[in-house]
Antibody
Framework: QLQLQESGPGLVKPSETLSLTCSVS??????????WGWIRQSPGKGLEWIGN???????YYNPSLKSRVTISVDTSKSQFSLKLSSVTAADTAMYYC????????????WGQGTLVTVSS | QSALTQPASVSGSPGQSITISCTGT?????????VSWYQQNPGSAPKLMIY???ERPSGVSNRFSGSKSGSTASLTISGLQAEDEADYYC??????????FGGGTKLTVL
């Protein structure tokens, strides 16, 4: 059973960079059928797709966040990471990492989520 | 890339059927058969309920069904049960190898 676990600071100051890591276990991150993605949910709001990465490093980003987002992968550690720069209070959200199936274009495994608050 | 449009809330009585719509554009729902639906309970991560528009993952009740017409996808829940009360989100694959979610619908079982 695939498991994903987010980790990283729960508090980030405005204008700084948010950094999160997702650890994948119970399966290989080196998979031609998987994209590894990040989704966020602001308090009381809906889901927003941030972007994803293929194990070889190909990335796709939400156009509205593209200028501030970097997603990377470390296959040796079975981890992928999210960096979001120049954060503001609007970036306060629950951040989920997830497995997106490349052929079926859905999200079948989710991490439990980690709450990141942007505040001074 | 705009969010897909869902009704903010729907409600129904136990045993009834309800349908949640998800309207997109020719850049997403209208062009791809890759609409998925997720159920989210308070404090939990979303759960995949429907993929490829109408397919159910193993373990999901056959009371849940999906369909699509043009740029609008729909999720129907038949034989409504109290345990179905949750938030529901649609998601579509979109141009540029991106994904877009709907704004979410709160289902209340009366």
């Amino acid at each position: 059973q695939l498991q994903l676990q987010e980790s990283g600071p729960g508090l980030v100051k405005p204008s700084e960079t948010l950094s999160l890591t997702c650890s994948v276990s119970g399966g290989s991150i080196i998979s031609s059928s998987s994209y590894w993605g990040w989704i966020r949910q602001s308090p009381g709001k809906g889901l927003e797709w941030i972007g994803n990465i293929f194990y070889r490093g190909t990335t796709y980003y939400n156009p509205s966040l593209k200028s501030r987002v970097t997603i990377s992968v470390d296959t040796s550690k079975s981890q992928f990471s999210l960096k979001l720069s120049s954060v503001t209070a609007a970036d306060t959200a629950m951040y989920y990492c997830a497995r997106q199936r490349s052929t079926l274009k859905d999200i079948d495994y989710w991490g439990q989520g980690t709450l990141v608050t942007v505040s001074s | 890339q705009s969010a897909l449009t869902q009704p903010a809330s729907v409600s129904g009585s136990p045993g009834q059927s309800i349908t949640i719509s998800c309207t997109g554009t020719s850049s997403d729902v209208g062009s791809y058969n890759f609409v998925s639906w997720y159920q989210q309970n308070p404090g939990s991560a979303p759960k995949l309920m429907i993929y490829e528009g109408s397919e159910r993952p193993s373990g999901v009740s056959n009371r849940f069904s999906g369909s699509k017409s043009g740029s609008t996808a729909s999720l129907t829940i038949s034989g409504l049960q109290a345990e179905d009360e949750a938030d529901y989100y649609c998601c579509s694959y979109s141009d540029g190898s991106t994904w877009v979610f709907g704004g979410g619908t709160k289902l209340t079982v009366l």
